[in-house]
């Protein structure tokens, strides 16, 4: 089954092609982060009209790569939500003109469950069932995972997700955008230590259990430090290194008692921060040091992109009558700029 997979929820135009018998074929990517660098953050209308110049040519591109015509696809899936509603509707709107057109069964994708399978693209790839930690600028979440649709929320957080809790230090400590991978590297010349900043709900976790996550106040106690201390080089790159410190200490601590919690053996991480080196490294090595293995996707799959879209509608396909029956489908569609992963249902059996 080859399918076409769009993504537009955000800031990056991905597309890509996945074949159950062969696997990616290919994808592309755009990203927008040089537009919107001078306004400091994503503008949703020019995001909208960024996508709708490059969804098309990045279609051709990859099925010209992959040797491939429209005709050949089987099905096509696109991000359905969550995210920004106009960048969303250019990819529903293609992907329903493409599959009316060329009469082929077009499926929306939850843009978290794209994230929470990427790692599948890897190999070795995980096998079911694994507990999945989803950190992304908009979305930290811990999944128990039984397949694909069987999603059970273990805990999320309460405010800031832990990728906008980077970008939005970056801010404080006047980085550009986008500040997340900036702050990482800023941290790269700091200490942790020198300044101490707070672990939240880690006491919770310690009396409770709980597995949800809090950032905001350690922005906050950020926030507090940058207008006590000196704006020099030194004291920012120590600042930045101990609040990265503290978002991997609760996010190790934290999937590591999911691990305990569920009896699982094995841990998927997702989502752009994802790609954070020092999470990469501690995680890996305190798992492995518990009996854990962790898997990863490869770091173009962290951050949004085509070929999760792809495999993830690839997947639930598999399971499902649509592709037999893409003469009964509607041609309305919508969107949904918010929408809980926990609450999809697992693919209808053919």
Not at 210 to 216: G, P, R, T
Request: hydrophobic share 45%; aromatic share 6%; glycine share 10%.
């Amino acid at each position: 089954m080859l399918v076409l997979g769009i993504e537009t929820s955000c800031d990056e135009t991905g597309v890509a092609l996945y074949d159950t018998g062969r696997g990616l074929l290919g994808h592309a990517l755009h990203s927008q982060v040089a537009m919107h660098a001078d306004y400091g953050g994503v503008v949703p209308e020019l995001a909208s009209r960024d996508h709708i110049r490059r969804v098309l040519p990045l279609t051709r591109e990859i099925l010209a790569k992959a040797g491939c015509t429209l005709p050949d696809l089987d099905a096509i899936a696109y991000t359905e939500g969550p995210g920004l509603a106009g960048a969303l509707l250019v990819g529903a709107s293609i992907a329903h003109g493409l599959g009316y057109a060329l009469g082929k069964p077009v499926l929306g994708v939850h843009h978290l469950e794209g994230h929470l399978l990427s790692p599948l693209l890897s190999h070795p790839a995980p096998d079911f069932p694994f507990v999945a930690l989803l950190v992304s600028g908009g979305h930290s979440q811990l999944m128990q995972v039984g397949g694909v649709g069987d999603y059970q929320l273990l805990g999320e957080s309460h405010d800031d997700a832990a990728g906008e809790a980077f970008d939005k230090t970056a801010k404080l400590l006047g980085l550009n955008y986008p500040g997340g991978p900036a702050l990482a590297r800023l941290a790269d010349s700091g200490k942790p230590g020198r300044f101490k900043l707070p672990r939240p709900m880690l006491t919770q976790l310690a009396k409770t259990g709980d597995l949800n996550f809090s950032f905001s106040g350690l922005k906050t106690a950020v926030l507090t430090l940058v207008n006590q201390q000196p704006a020099d080089d030194k004291t920012r790159a120590d600042i930045a290194a101990e609040f990265q410190a503290a978002i991997v200490d609760v996010l190790v601590a934290k999937a590591l008692a999911a691990m305990e919690q569920t009896g699982l053996s094995r841990l998927i991480v997702a989502g752009g921060v994802g790609a954070n080196r020092l999470l990469r490294e501690r995680l890996t090595a305190s798992a492995r040091s518990q009996g854990y293995r962790v898997f990863y996707p490869e770091l173009e799959f962290c951050t949004d992109n085509g070929a999760m879209i792809a495999l993830a509608g690839a997947l639930r396909l598999e399971h499902s009558s649509l592709i037999t029956h893409h003469s009964s489908l509607k041609r309305s569609f919508t969107v949904r700029p918010r929408w809980d992963l926990a609450s999809i249902e697992t693919p209808t059996p053919a």
